[in-house]
DNA sequence: AGTCCACAGGAAGGGCAGGCGA
DNA sequence: TCGCCTGCCCTTCCTGTGGACT
């Protein structure tokens, strides 16, 4: 055996080197969002609401259904799931036939659709179902007969419910309130999670008054509160003295600056700890903090656009082009294109990349997503008797762009 | 004040792929 | 195999818009 490993590891084989060395990190999944510590820091107070909001299921009553709002990593989901795996700990030493099941409702293709969400539910019950194909209210009715089948009760967290209501309509939320109160054995709590502030004004009167019975409000880590979020992890996550406190520090300013996001605060972190290992350094400083910033814009964006339709990509590239094109000849004060010239463009594109165009009001539609997406930024403005236009420009920067053009030139000419 | 332009954007529905049950 | 269901992408048709022009 001890022959075998020595072969494994032998100094000429090209992986050794990595092996011996010794990593800074002492575990990386504690670096990553999906994480949950044993700690969560400064949100106390809002474990606690939640926990007496739910801990009445564990003496056999219903509970209020809750709404969580908050910016982006504001532990809204952390302190959710946490709570959640606390309950199910506390219901099984009791005995008690508590459920809870976690979904993220902007999973595409997960639980993104009416469908999907539903046929999560019931494979977090443990009914297999198809991934299409049967009609919704069949769906239904099969959670309803699972869940009702013994005295329990189910706690349903949907993470993100703003984006699916958007996509699909606030029926589903209809259905499951109204599941609800035709139960005869169990009972259903829902915890619905959102950014959005304003995302149960624009909900049915009826779901709104039913689904809104406890609210909670995450506000945004200020500096000095993401520095012991990270400081955590950091214990947990790096080999000792790897990670100084200006290191923290840092990435907890910028995170800071960017509305307290504690996800962003730990993506810094852990890129940075990469960034210093493959550097073959055995410290993080500022200067991989630096570099982890840099790269976290680039990568994210050039995966935002790679992952976007071949059509969505046409129309991108025709932007970038146009832009450069007009950058070229020195005309920066109109370096905002309009919906016309960009669909001219765009079929012309298509033409030399036989791709089938689409119709303009389909192209409309690719650039408000591009637009959503901030890869663009788009104004509609009129010209008077020239009409009713959008203004279009890169929202990215010169670095990114480049970047972007360079994804995309691939596979357009 | 009325007209006109170049779209924006909503609504409806077609076509397709994929799955299910009879 | 067929009819029916789903999600998804797309087109067609339509009304609305706001400011320049007449």
Redesign the pocket.
Known sequence: MSKLLNRVVAPENIFAGYIEKESVFKDKRVLTAAFIPEKIPHRENEIKQLTNILAPVLKGYTTNNAFIYGTVGTGKTICCRYVLSQLEEAAIAQSKAVKALYLNCKMK?VA?????LVAQLLKGLGVSV???????DVLYHKLFEKIDEKRQHIIIALDEIDSLVRKTGDGFLYSLTRMNSELKNASITTIGITNDVLFLEGLDVRVRSSLSEEELVFKPYDAVQLQDVLQERVFEGFREDVVGPEVVSLCAAIAAQEHGDARRALDLLRIAGETAERNNDNKVTDFHVNEAQDKIDVERTVEVIKGQ?K?SQAVLITIIKLIEAQKKQGRWSDKRL????VYESYRETCGRNNLKP?????V?DL??ELDMLGIISTR?I?????????EISLALNETIAHKAERTLADKFY
Not at 130 to 136: A, E, K, M, N, S
């Open positions: 293709r993104d659709t009416e469908y999907r198809p991934d299409t194909g049967l009609p919704t339709p059509q309009l919906t016309g010239s689409l119709t303009q009001r389909r409309g650039i408000s509609v009129s010209k008077g008797r020239y009409g009713r236009t959008r």
